[in-house]
């Protein structure tokens, strides 16, 4: 198993473009999050789901969307891309099914714009 | 709304030396508790989650971890560190079982010196 893959690993935007950052897993997971993660700071949630074709806001959605049309994959759109966004992301997924209950993170997006 | 404290920004020990992370809760309920690591450039992995029972946990890497309810702690401890635990220790608090939304604390960064 591959885990959970993201895509690019780097990226620089310039103000005002969008971007579409990958997230996919292989280990038939139920659940999804999106976190950014800033200097000094913990993870915020940005979006999560709870199955395809099931999304919901976290602790910090303004500026983001997402999409979940299958088990595996959960991209996170960036439409107008601010400085404010500049973060390292982070996909994760997890199951509570057969009392699994961990997340696993994917190894991240360092995102800059500028 | 719950939320997590991890007072220690940046803790430096001895490699051999014991450790102790400190984790503070606030929340009405007795709540899910996780420990993650994350190295330099990597995802988060889970180290030792905390759901019921045995108020001290055992985690992987030779971590363990106890909850005091009187307290609202859950410290993460090791007895003898080594070079390679050098890392961000992220505590998390979760309302449900499973895989619901998780609110992370600002992470201690630890520093090992020979």
């Known amino acids: 198993n591959a885990g959970v893959t993201q895509t690019p690993k780097f990226r620089i935007l310039k103000i005002g473009q969008s971007m579409t950052l990958q997230c996919a897993q292989d280990m038939n997971h139920n659940y999804m999050y999106w976190y950014r993660q800033d200097p000094g700071m913990g993870l915020k949630l940005i979006y999560y789901s709870v199955g395809a074709g099931i999304t919901d806001k976290g602790e910090v959605p303004n500026g983001y969307n997402v999409s979940r049309s299958t088990t595996e994959d959960f991209p996170l759109r960036l439409e107008l891309a601010a400085p404010s966004q500049t973060s390292v992301y982070f996909c994760?997924?997890?199951?509570?099914?057969?009392?699994?209950?961990?997340?696993?993170f994917g190894p991240g997006t360092r995102l800059t714009v500028l | 709304a719950q939320s997590v404290t991890q007072p220690d920004i940046h803790i430096t020990v001895s490699e051999g030396a014991s450790l102790e992370l400190r984790c503070n809760y606030s929340?009405?309920?007795?709540?899910?508790l996780f420990w993650y690591v994350q190295s330099p450039g990597q995802g988060l992995q889970l180290l030792l989650k905390y759901f019921s029972g045995d108020t001290l946990v055992q985690g992987i890497k030779g971590f363990e971890a106890e909850f005091k309810r009187s307290q609202s702690s859950f410290n993460l401890r090791k007895p003898s560190v080594h070079w390679s635990d050098a890392a961000e220790y992220f505590c998390?608090?979760?309302?449900?079982?499973?895989?619901?939304?998780?609110?992370f604390g600002t992470g201690t960064r630890l520093t090992i010196i020979p």
């Open positions: 929340y009405g309920a007795t709540p899910y």
């Open positions: 998390a608090v979760g309302l449900t079982f499973g895989n619901e939304k998780l609110t």
């Open positions: 994760a997924s997890g199951d509570n099914r057969g009392g699994t209950d961990t997340q696993y």
